[in-house]
């Protein structure tokens, strides 16, 4: 499974986008996908996570009101809502996914959110 994240720009804080992760290669039917995040001179940290089958979501408590994730299995395509942008929401958004319940064990390059204050 190959995963392509896409999305990003510059916005304004209060602002909005959508970033999209499509997987390719085959179907996917895996446990999950989830969206990651990597500030500049930062770890990555987990922002939350969709069960692909059920369309279960979980996000942190940073992002909570303001991010949602979504999914289109028909297009095998992960989404992340994001409103209400800070700047400390900047940061390389990456996308993975989830064979089974025990690991990411695909990831996609990243997409870059900046938002200004």
């Known amino acids: 499974v190959q995963l392509q994240a896409s999305g990003g720009g510059l916005v304004q804080a209060g602002g909005s986008l959508r970033l999209s992760c499509a997987a390719s290669?085959?179907?996917?039917?895996?446990?999950?996908m989830a969206w990651f995040r990597q500030a500049p001179g930062k770890g990555r940290i987990f922002v939350g996570q969709i069960t692909w089958s059920s369309g279960d979501t979980h996000v942190v408590d940073s992002v909570k009101g303001r991010f949602t994730i979504s999914r289109d299995t028909a297009k095998n395509t992960m989404y992340l809502q994001m409103n209400s942008l800070k700047p400390e929401d900047t940061a390389d958004y990456l996308c993975?996914?989830?064979?089974?319940?025990?690991?990411?064990?695909?990831w996609g390059q990243g997409t870059l959110v900046t938002v200004s204050s």
């Open positions: 290669g085959r179907t996917f039917s895996g446990y999950a």
């Open positions: 993975a996914a989830a064979s089974t319940t025990k690991s990411f064990d695909y």
